[in-house]
């Protein structure tokens, strides 16, 4: 298997990808929605979208009436423009960048999302920006994080061995993002959201093997 930078990775699928990650990821029906009804709706709000990609949170958002001004960010300029194509004359600030560099602020937003995108990237690399995350979010705010998680500590191994192996073999830039999917066991990623500063940890819903966290900053 030969990985692909991450976000040329994105841009090579981005003909069918909104049908792809609709229909053929279990549960996406719901998770979509249930990640979306989780979002404040007022206008005034400010919510920030790690990895918005082309916006199908987005879209079951606004679909839900909301108003909030939406900071997106994501890696593929190939799908943030087609998510600025299907949201003319929304509030929404777009940056082709990845979440890792990009200064969040302090205390700027009231929420923040993310669903599908940090299942690709190690503990270490997710303590900063988590602890960067929560600084950015309000005293009431909160972070909904909808994601691929392993189904055990097994599996979770794994996918970091096959990671490392590949890039060894391949003789590839660890200074580069490549897509391959190394998810944390959903209690690892709970263990990281609350050593970074985050305080009552939830599960709320699993799919298969995508579940949605709620975390209060
Ligand atoms: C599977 S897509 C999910 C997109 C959208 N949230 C959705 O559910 O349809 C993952 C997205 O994360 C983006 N991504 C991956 N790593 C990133 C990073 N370090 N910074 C910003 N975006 C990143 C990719 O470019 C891609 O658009």
Redesign the pocket.
């Known amino acids: 298997m030969k990985l692909e930078k ?2 040329a990775f ?1 841009s090579a699928r981005l003909d069918g990808y909104d049908k792809h ?1 609709r229909t053929e990821i279990e549960g996406a029906e719901e998770f979509y929605p249930y990640t979306a009804s989780l979002l404040p709706k007022e206008e005034g709000m400010n919510i920030l979208d ?5 916006g ?2 987005l879209e079951d958002y606004f679909v839900s009436g909301g108003k909030a001004k939406i900071v997106g ?4 300029q190939d ?1 943030l423009t087609a998510l600025k194509n299907k949201f003319v004359g929304k509030e929404i600030e777009l940056y082709c ?4 560099d990009v200064p969040f602020g302090i205390r700027r937003f009231d929420a923040a999302v ?4 940090l299942h ?1 990237f190690k503990p270490a690399q997710k303590l900063g920006l988590y602890a960067k995350l929560a600084s950015a979010l309000s005293d009431v705010g909160y972070f909904v994080l909808t994601d691929y998680f392993a189904e055990s500590e097994n599996a979770e191994r794994f996918y970091f061995s096959e990671s490392e192996r590949l890039k060894r073999e391949q003789q590839l830039d660890p200074n580069t ?1 490549y897509h391959y999917d190394t998810p944390l066991t959903v209690d690892h990623e709970i263990e990281l959201l609350t050593q970074a500063g985050f305080f009552e940890v939830r599960l709320m819903k699993r799919w298969g093997n995508t579940c949605t966290l709620f975390s209060r900053r």
């Open positions: 991450m976000d994105f990650m790690l990895g918005c990609g082309t199908l949170e960010i994501d890696l593929s799908m960048a990845s979440y890792f993310s669903v599908e995108s690709h993002f």
